[in-house]
């Protein structure tokens, strides 16, 4: 019984019972006027400090919802829009049917690499500025008030 009492005290202090337990510890006084702090503590302490402030609790993300693992794939609609508006500018001959294939990478491609961006053949925000169509949002932009 006494090393099973044993035991379990010497699994409490390994797992850090020993810091749940031990009671807070004390600041250090400030130093009175007119003495001198050492150069190491209050530039270690004030970074502490500041790294303390900048950390927020675990799991609290206030009232924004939690923001996607991944980026979701353009669905057939906006793939055809892309293929029309590179159609447009002559790098798309093929049909525009919304089904992102060898054709389109290449249009795409091509169309980068005259735009002077990285020619990958995947869709990315700056293409998409540069072919007239921006990123698509799920919801219509705020109109701007009009000044009086």
Known sequence: MQAAVCLLA???LWWGG???AAPPAKKNPAPAKGTAKSAGTSKSSSAARKTAAKKKPAGSQGTQPPRR???TAPS???YKQI???LAEKGYFSAETNGQWGPESIEALKRFQQDQHLEPTGKINSL???ALGLGPEHSRPAA??????
């Open 127 to 129: 293409s998409l500025i």
């Open 83 to 85: 293929q029309q508006a």
């Open 69 to 71: 693992a991944t980026q």
């Open 76 to 78: 057939a609609d906006r």
């Open 143 to 148: 109109k701007p008030e009009e000044s009086r």
């Open 18 to 20: 020993a810091a749940w």
């Open 10 to 12: 010497g699994v409490w």
